[in-house]
């Protein structure tokens, strides 16, 4: 069983460090380590599963709450670009009248925008940012 303890942890630890270290298979690597010693120590296989089990288990139940915290924190930190929405820009150019796409300067920064409803502002009006969808601004008239 040396053998497939030892598997277990090279193919949880290559997953772990191909999806960029988002604790996705650590805990099967922490089990396959305990398997790993109850099987040098000796002991019967079945309880070396149950220890490969229990132990990815408990790893799992103790430390998840504690990365999903840690990790949805990190998630809700705004981008630079997230900081313009709420701001006042004006537009600058129209780009195509009849899919309602123009260019606003907010901040110092030049951005492709659109309306809710597709109209189009004139140039030099002042609109508000009120979300970003891709990379184009969603405004309304400020």
């Known amino acids: 069983m040396l053998g497939i303890w030892l598997t277990v942890i090279v193919v949880a630890v290559v997953i772990e460090v191909a999806t960029q ?3 996705v298979t650590i805990w099967a690597a922490l089990g ?4 790993l010693i109850a099987d040098v120590c000796g002991v019967d296989q079945t309880v070396q ?4 089990f229990a132990v990815t288990f408990i790893m799992l139940a103790l430390t998840r709450p504690i990365v999903r915290k840690m990790t949805g924190k990190m ?5 630079n670009a997230d900081m313009n929405i709420g701001r006042v820009g004006k537009v600058t150019k129209i780009v195509d ?4 796409l123009f260019r606003v300067n907010v901040a110092g920064a030049d951005w492709s925008a659109v ?5 189009v502002p004139e140039v030099g009006s002042s609109i508000l940012v009120e979300r970003i969808d891709g990379v184009k ?3 309304t008239s400020a």
């Open 21 to 23: 270290v988002q604790l």
């Open 32 to 35: 396959g380590i305990a398997a």
């Open 49 to 52: 599963v149950i220890v490969f």
């Open 75 to 79: 998630s809700n930190v705004p981008t």
């Open 97 to 100: 009248k009849n899919n309602g």
């Open 115 to 119: 309306m809710h409803d597709l109209t």
């Open 137 to 139: 601004l969603v405004v």
